[in-house]
């Protein structure tokens, strides 16, 4: 007895229309998949960048001003420890406040930006502590500035690379402003060490 198959679902279904339809689903898939690795990617880039150029930018403009103004390594080193502790969370809660305000984000991608920028900032900003511990506090600020500088080059050029613009009119930009906070900073703590020490 001959058998003849007939399609249940489908009464148009032949072997071309279901090629499409899997090469269909797997296109989806494969959106999916890239929005998923995509949003994954932005959410911890975003708390990374911020948190490493806050780390940079604010933990260099506090001990060039407390140099200027105090000249102590103890006083230094706990400007650190407040910037690594409390303005990480600070940044952390504030990153965590503008992904929820955009409305286009999950609570998993928010929670990845808000905990990636505070791990970001807390860690970067100790890393400042060892040059003042080891060295002398002239030289130590010399040490970080450097080091700032180096890490947010790296950081300026990878991000230009990922946009696909010139590496050094961003590096360029990054680190003029860069300069600017640390010498606004360096003379402020001085103004204010002549200040207070007339009184």
């Known amino acids: 007895m001959e058998i003849h198959w007939k399609p249940i679902l489908n009464p148009d279904f032949s072997p071309e229309t279901s090629h499409h339809s899997v090469r269909g689903m797997v296109f989806l898939s494969g959106v999916y998949y890239d929005r998923i690795k995509y949003m994954l990617k932005h959410s911890l880039k975003t708390g990374f960048s911020f948190g490493l ?3 940079i930018i604010t933990t260099l403009g506090l001990i060039v001003g407390l140099h200027s103004g105090t000249h102590s390594k103890a006083v230094v ?24 305000s955009e409305a286009l984000h999950t609570k998993k991608e928010i929670w990845e930006s808000t905990l990636s920028t505070f791990l ?49 009119s961003v590096i360029g930009e990054h680190l003029i402003i860069a300069l600017i906070v640390i010498t ?4 402020l703590g001085d103004w204010l060490s002549l200040i207070f020490a007339s009184k």
């Open 53 to 55: 150029t806050s780390g």
């Open 77 to 100: 080193i706990g400007g650190i420890l407040i910037i690594a502790i409390a303005d990480a969370f600070s940044d952390a809660l504030g990153i965590h406040v503008s992904e929820e």
């Open 120 to 168: 970001t900032k807390f860690i970067f900003a100790l890393t400042f502590v060892i040059p003042v511990l080891l060295l002398k506090l002239s030289t130590a600020i010399l040490v970080s500035v450097i080091w700032g500088m180096f890490l947010l080059s790296i950081l300026s050029f990878y991000l230009a690379k990922d946009q696909k613009i010139k590496p050094w």
């Open 184 to 187: 606004l900073t360096h003379y």
